[in-house]
């Protein structure tokens, strides 16, 4: 079952809050890493949307008007 962008978001917010931004990015490339190596290939595409929620909550600038976390 692969999981909704919104679940991808939750997950990836989880890992921010509880290792970082740095350690979430590399947790989250490592699992798809891993999963792709044993030829999961739906579950290494959830942990590659899940990355790049990651960064894109980690790493993106604030838009127009907006302040920062």
Known sequence: MTRL???AYRTAARLIDEQGPKEARRHAQKR???LLEARDF???ATWKAVLDAVR???YRKPGPGLLPN
């Open 5 to 7: 962008p919104g679940e």
């Open 32 to 34: 798809a890493n891993e």
């Open 56 to 58: 894109e909550l980690a």
């Open 42 to 44: 739906e579950g290494s």
